[in-house]
């Protein structure tokens, strides 16, 4: 099993969830994030005075899939949150060891 | 001693003239705050630049050259002060028209209450086109918006003048108290030809054309909205009265007063329960435009209905926003705000509600001063939007659009985070 989280532009979190949905991903999980990449930030005016923005605000999406799902996962959210412009974020991925469907005590893939 | 109480007549009337000109100039904050309640808060900085800027250039442009259309005197008000014999002209006009005869008062507190209706017209169009359209494209129409277009037609109603030498309106038996039309569907007409040409906001509408709802950042804002221009509305209408300075007219202002705040309730409780009955839950932003949309079909003739028909036509008025709003987003019309079913259905509600209170009205005379209004608000709009479009672009990028256009318009944001 494995935990994709990917960070996207903000606008593009409906085009992810759609090709998401369409590989049949179950659920996903969405938190509103600030950070920086090569992006950096961007600098903006107040009273004819400039401040920094450091963090840009972007959208996180953490899906669990099983393995076999890993490869569909990943094209689907490059292809949807791809702009082709800087600051269109990353996707990480990483080996879950154990999950736990809460209402019914499944565990493993059968509750992913 | 008769002299006497003219000048405190006059005093009176010009006082009262004032604080309602300062209650409806309120109501520019109350668009703002309604507007920036109803709007992503990406989008929350540029809204409010937009209101305050549209309120200084409604005043400027009424000033130098709106105020001169609509009612006549001099460009940039010249004059206005009065002159040497000011004192002896308005005791003299006051001893002609008596007690209950017509209204005296300053000329420049007849251009303080006229300008601040200006800015209000003009702020309906704010919220229609918010979160896509170019500040300064907005601004150049209100320029030509408040400095030409509404003082027309303002000549053509309130003005008296004829309509391009062909007919009178007054004579039509066409009736507009406060301006359900002159004012707000005149503002709408506007705000239409804009959105026309400006198209739906980015992710309005699904691939399959169904209309996705875009919620407003912050309610309590638009409550607060919502209650500044219910209270900025009792100067809007109280102060149509024109006067104050006797028992007749003192009692046409309670009336004025009272039957406001009963069309503002009966429209709140019967957009309330109709979105409850048509969505299922009680939708906040509908009652809020139900008080609104009341308030709005009440202003053209607040004096002559009872207490219970304001009421009622508060309610109907309410009843018919929901409908409108539901059915613009439909056809595609996407305002943020519900500004066009707000001031301009409940708007030509109100003007063909007042024959039924009003003798002195008729319904033909309404409808074709509606459709003056309409159609002359909308023409030329529709031409200064399209010249923008062509010269300065009226949309801002897709990119920026995304990104809101706070940072694009103003480089500023409404909520800063993480700043050093």
Known sequence: MKL????????????????????????????????????????????????????????????????????????????????????????????????????????????? | MENQIFELQYAMDTFYFLVCGALVMWMAAGFSMLEAGLVRSKNTTEILTKNVALFAVSCTM????????????????????????????????????????????????????????????????SGAVAERMKLWAFLAFAVVMTGFIYPMEGAWTWGGASVFGMFTLGDLGFSDFAGSGIVHMAGAAAALAGVLLLGARKGKYAADGTARAIPGANLPLATLGMFILWMGWFGFNGGSVLKLGDIANANAVAMVFLNTNAAASGGLIAALITARLLFGKADLTMALNGALAGLVAITAEPSTPTALEATLFGGLGGILVVFSIVFLDKIKIDDPVGAI????????????????????????????????????????????????????????????????????????????????
Request: aromatic share 10%; hydrophobic share 45%; net charge negative.
């Open chain 1, 4 to 112: 994709v989280t990917a960070i996207i532009k903000p606008f593009k979190l409906d085009d992810a969830r759609e090709a998401l949905s369409e590989i049949g991903v179950q659920g996903i999980t969405v938190t509103e994030v600030k950070g920086f990449g090569r992006q950096k930030g961007h600098t903006e005016l107040y009273r004819g005075a400039e401040y920094v923005v450091d963090f840009l605000p972007k959208v996180k999406i953490e899906v669990a899939i099983g393995d076999d799902l890993l490869d569909q996962t990943l094209e689907a959210i490059t292809k949807a949150a791809n702009t082709g412009k800087i600051g269109d974020g990353k996707i990480f991925v990483a080996d879950l060891t154990q999950v736990i469907r809460i209402r019914t005590g499944e565990t493993g893939e059968a509750a992913v």
């Open chain 2, 62 to 125: 009424y000033l130098v050259c709106g105020y001169a259309i609509m009612y006549g005197g001099g460009y940039f008000l010249s004059g206005i002060a009065g002159g040497d014999t000011l004192v002896a002209d308005a005791l003299a006009a006051s001893a002609e028209a008596g007690f209950d005869g017509g209204s005296v008062y300053s000329g420049a507190s007849d251009f303080f209450f006229q300008v601040v209706f200006v800015a209000t017209a003009m702020s309906i169009v």
């Open chain 2, 341 to 420: 079913s707000v001031h301009g259905t409940c708007g030509l509600l109100g003007l063909l509600l007042v024959p039924i209170t009003n003798d002195g009205s008729s319904f033909s005379g309404q409808i074709i001063g509606a459709l003056t209004i309409f159609i002359w608000v909308f023409v030329t709009s529709f031409i200064v939007w399209m010249v923008l479009k062509a010269v300065l672009g009226i949309r801002v990028s897709e990119e920026e659009e995304d990104q809101g256009v706070d940072i694009s318009e103003c480089g500023l944001e409404a909520y800063p985070e993480f700043t050093k």
